[in-house]
């Protein structure tokens, strides 16, 4: 078995496949190396001697620089390696065309056709609270229907609870409104009833004129003060919905339908390596389809966000890119914190030593295409190809923002794991066979199989056999089974 791997020949590291000792001698590229200190699994070693202050090159680009002398066969990480990245940075539009030759499939996915023209890949019955004082009676009203009716042809019956819709100002307020409008009007979902208070500050006069037009038959709003007993008036509401739902058939539909989002969390050394160009693959796939894919996390673009640039289908998509990089780096500065205060704790524990390092595994989630459109929170995504979307890494708080803007279903890749899960389908993929192996009660995929034996094209056609079986309904992903949805709200200000 292969001890390593160099992904770039322009590297001067090569990364772990299982934990070398030191003094170990290993061959790579026809040259024994020494190893001179223990190395993990997923962690980095020098393939030549690299002074103090010189790049570390992995992908073929800078990961930072090294703050001492590094012996060739020496372990790179945190204790000897630092990052390059600093302050704002002046950006030059060189543009690449992409060139994919990915040829069209007869391949179509059974969705539900929506009064709207979106397509759904779920069929599911919500209570969306429009101020988190009524999630308990939200709860009364979802545990009376599963109690009372027949809901079998139902893949799902929800209230997204949250703390927001009162006390907040500003972005946070809009923001809170923004991502509830896009829940009402999500092609995942079958029925909504809007539960408000009556006092609060999302109004539903108010919010009912943010979400726009809605198919009545599907969409209700009940304000609670206004009735006598509201957990009635929703269960009769939500009644109502269950027996339209019982006409609900999916029905074969282009696959330029679908809507994915791109997110990693947990990452490790193999990210980059193995579920992140899966993924990235998957996303070119699917674009060659017709459809659309959305990236986000943008303080996982810091020191890859060139790549992303360069790739912009227009010039003004990459004055949008700039923008999107420039306006989080002044979110951070606005709080006083650290630009740069990244990889996690898991992150480096995993292998991953700069912020360069994660986000140029990170993007590679976005394959090769063009970038053709970059989103603000809670837009929807109307152009078919590659999406960039702000939002910031937090695992469920990107996740949620990916569903807002209009995907049915999210790709996760995640080297260390997790059991969460986000409101549409949140697909974990690892990163490694022992991840898979010792947590098959989370991971839905594994994409360590391309560390062995597989070749990317056999793991990409199982990749895309799977998700479109989940996509079909014929199977449910792993956090569906065990009921763990929820929304988070990207919060940036203060509460009254």
């Known amino acids: 078995m292969k001890r390593y791997i160099k992904i770039n020949d322009q590297d001067n590291v090569a990364v772990a496949l299982d934990e070398l000792k030191q003094g170990e001698t290993i061959e790579v590229d026809g040259t024994d190396i020494n190893i001179t200190t223990d190395v993990e699994k997923g962690h980095k070693f020098a393939l030549k001697n690299i002074g103090a202050d010189e790049n570390v090159i992995k992908y073929g680009y800078p990961i930072g620089h090294a703050i001492e002398p590094i012996q060739k066969g020496a372990h790179i990480h945190t204790h000897n390696l630092k990052t390059n990245l600093h302050d704002n940075l002046e950006y030059s539009y060189n543009a690449v065309k992409a060139v994919l030759n990915i040829p069209k499939s007869e391949l179509t996915v059974n969705g539900y056709l929506r009064a709207d023209g979106n397509m759904g ?69 079958g029925g909504v009833l809007v539960l408000g208070l009556g006092c609060e500050n999302n109004q539903i006069p108010e919010f009912k004129k943010l979400v726009g037009a809605v198919n009545e038959d599907r969409v209700q709003f009940l304000v609670s003060q206004e009735v006598e007993d509201e957990v009635e008036t929703g269960f009769e509401i939500m009644k109502g919905f269950v027996e339209k739902m019982r006409l609900d058939k999916r029905q074969p539909l282009p696959l330029s339908y679908l809507k994915i989002g791109l997110k990693c969390g947990g990452s490790d050394g193999f990210s980059g390596i193995t579920a992140n160009p899966l993924v990235g693959q998957f996303s070119d796939w699917l674009i060659a389809q017709g459809g659309t894919t959305i990236l986000t996390e943008v303080p996982e673009m810091f020191g890859a966000e060139t790549i992303l640039m360069d790739r912009a289908i227009t010039q003004k998509v990459f004055d949008d890119t700039v923008c999107l990089i420039n306006d989080f780096k002044n979110y951070f500065r606005k709080h006083e914190q650290p630009i740069y205060e990244n990889p996690s704790p898991g992150n480096k524990k995993g292998g991953i030593s700069t912020l360069e390092e994660k986000s140029l595994g990170c993007t590679q989630k976005g394959g090769n295409s063009n970038v053709v459109d970059v989103l603000d929170y809670g837009q929807p995504a109307t152009k078919h190809g590659l999406n960039l979307l702000q939002a910031p890494g937090n695992d469920l708080v990107a996740s949620s923002a990916l569903g807002f803007s209009g995907c049915q279903m999210v790709l996760f890749t995640t080297g260390r794991g997790t059991p969460f899960g986000s409101f549409v389908p949140t697909m974990k993929i690892s990163t490694n066979s022992t991840l898979y192996n010792h947590k098959k009660n989370w991971i839905d995929f594994n994409a360590g199989t391309l560390l062995e034996d597989e070749s990317m094209e056999e793991v990409l056609q199982n990749f895309v056999d799977f998700v479109l079986e989940i996509c079909n309904g014929n199977d449910k992903l792993k956090h569906e089974k065990t009921g763990f949805k929820e929304i988070a709200i990207f919060k940036t200000g203060v509460t009254l």
């Open 121 to 189: 890949i779920r069929n599911e019955l919500w209570i969306v609270p429009a101020v988190g004082c009524v999630n308990g009676q939200a709860q009364m009203i979802i545990d009376r229907i599963k109690k009372e009716l027949d809901v079998s042809h139902i893949d799902d019956i929800c209230v997204f609870k949250h703390n927001y819709g009162c006390s907040q100002l500003g972005d946070d307020h809009e923001n809170t409104q923004k991502a509830l409008a896009a829940l009402v009007k999500h092609p995942n979902v």
